[in-house]
């Protein structure tokens, strides 16, 4: 049982990686509860108990099978958003901050820019350490996005311009 919840979480990095959604949060609280709400409220209804009936059992089958369908239909699905999706929209915005967090055994990076989405102030775009090293406040990145087959918005590249003064004209360096 441990080894496949380790590869599934192996898959949905790696998914995340290949394909990052702009609403990337949002996809991952929905696969959390999609993979805990089912066993949950199956404990919660039989008890944490060693002794089940056949019924109850097979229950269980049942919740962990719907589960494993519910987890992998929306990893198929944010795949097909990012495989099937033609769209590119390179957008140029600013770097409001840099951020980093530090994992047990690595450090992730993420830029804080001004939105272009309307109704949204800022965006947060995971980079790779270079990116995060070049870039500072009021640099202006340009971003690939993407809108996503099903309508999920994701993004393929940030990368970092050199600029003076205004969006859109490159300083003469």
Known sequence: MLIPAAALIGLVLVI??????????????????????????????????K???????????RVQVCTGIAVWSLLAIVVCNGALDRSLAPTQTIVEARQVKQGRYSKHYSLVVDSWRPGRDTEKLTVDAATYQEAIPNNVVTVDVHQGFFGWPWYSSVQLRSFRGRLGVPSEE
Not at 51 to 61: H, I, M, N, P, V
């Open 51 to 61: 002794d089940f009936s056949t019924s109850e059992l097979s229950g269980a089958k």
């Open 16 to 49: 995340n990686w290949a394909y990052p959604l702009l609403d990337g949060t949002n996809f991952f609280l929905v696969g959390l509860a999609l993979f805990s709400v089912p066993p949950f409220f199956f404990c919660a209804r039989y008890g944490f108990r």
